[in-house]
């Protein structure tokens, strides 16, 4: 079993910076490729950025890309994810999520997800 505890969400002015971190505990947290979802009310979750197991393959989704940085420190069981020039529309619940193997960016191949952590962007 893998937990994942979400932390560094806020409210911030648009424009402004925030990071998220997701500690893991319970398994070996290298074999895993780790990524962020989020979900705005009345939205559907929607994938945002995963890194896989060496930190040496990222992918973003279009609408951060340029603006938000995903990482990870394997000895600290940690993931990050950056976030810069901060957008209203980047309002949301954001998940932090794992999966044993290759990254990818279906939600529905992801079998852990900590509990989220609110975001909130004002103009």
């Known amino acids: 079993q893998v937990q994942l505890v979400e932390s560094g969400g806020g409210l911030v002015q648009a424009g402004g910076s925030l990071r998220l971190s997701c500690r893991t505990s319970g398994r070996t947290f290298s074999n895993y490729a780790m990524g962020w979802f989020r979900q705005a009310p009345g939205k559907e979750r929607e994938f945002v950025a995963v890194?896989?197991?060496?930190?040496?393959?990222?992918y973003y989704a279009d609408s951060v890309k340029g603006r938000f940085t995903i990482s990870r420190d394997n000895a600290k069981n940690t993931v990050y994810l950056q976030m810069n020039s901060l957008k209203p529309e980047d309002t949301a619940v954001y998940y932090c999520v794992a999966r044993r193997g290759i990254p990818t960016m279906g939600p529905y191949a992801y079998d852990y997800w900590g509990q989220g952590t609110q975001v909130t962007v004002s103009s």
């Open positions: 890194i896989g197991w060496s930190g040496g393959n990222t």
